[in-house]
């Protein structure tokens, strides 16, 4: 067992992060950890947080504390080892302190923070789990949320949010990243609305602008999409008339990869109900050894 420092002087290949705490969700996120190190012939780094056992009738709460510990993350290493199958190494990092600080402070330089949540993402986060929802707000890598409707199983498309014709910047980067890397279909879920009417006598018209401005900005965001995966990956997309939250439950199945933009909250989806994987992408993400290597090839 390491502390999360050690384990990140370990090794210069791309590595994953993933918290488990022995729950159902966490152990989903597992799954879809190892699938992701394995594709990345990288390391899974499974991370366990810890605090003494103040409750416990035994008089050494912390070695009852880090024993238990010591068992979950074992654990999550059974779960992973028949996914790896030798093409990641797995790391087990068990260490004291609060479980958010713990995580996110190992997954510095990481490809992916992966976490199970119970809860789900409202427009101002509040109903996303404690330890969960300080991780989003403490990372600076994109962050895979799984809840406890998504299913771990592999990837077939990467999906990326847009509203209006307008994909975030940070979120189109990274998935066109993926989508080229993974040689898989990249959906532009593109979403719009009106809103507010200026009167009934003004809707129709109000509603054919909002709907044309948004094509236009949609048929741009396509353009751009294409250009940056470069024939590597089948590129389709779709403007849908709605609120992204359901548009998105609409759209997405298990099997897909929902790219969201992190400072979003208006397209954030419930991950009470979602049925894949979310990856929130922070705005300024911090460019992975990996990353600064493809970005000055694709510069040539």
Known sequence: MSSPDAAHLATHRPFVVVGYDGS????????????E???????????????????????????VGRDAAEATADEAQQLAAPIVRGRAVVVTIVHQGAAA???????HGAELLVLGTRGHIGPVGTLLGSVSRRCVRLATEPVVLLGPEAVPQPEQR??????????????LT???????????ELHVLDTWSVGAMAGDLLATEVEDAAHDDAAK????????VRAAVRGVATVTGVLVEGRAAHV???????????VVPLDDTDHRPSLRYSRCPVVLVPVSTAMTTRHRRQAAVEAV
Do not use: K, Y
């Not at 990274?174 to 898989?184: D, I, L, P, S, V």
């Open 248 to 258: 998105e439950f609409e759209r997405t199945l298990p099997g897909d990869l929902l």
């Open 158 to 171: 990467v999906v990326l949010t847009c509203h209006s014709g307008a994909a975030a910047a940070s979120a």
């Open 217 to 224: 900005r949609h048929g741009a965001t396509m353009a751009a």
């Open 37 to 63: 190190a394995a594709e990345l012939r990288g390391e899974l780094r499974i991370v366990v947080a810890w605090l003494p056992d103040v409750g416990s009738w035994h008089h050494d709460p912390e070695t």
């Open 101 to 107: 600080d713990t995580v996110t402070h190992a997954a």
């Open 174 to 184: 990274w998935a066109t990243r993926r989508a080229r890397r993974t040689a898989r």
């Open 24 to 35: 159902p969700a966490a152990r989903a996120a597992v799954q879809w950890a190892a699938r």
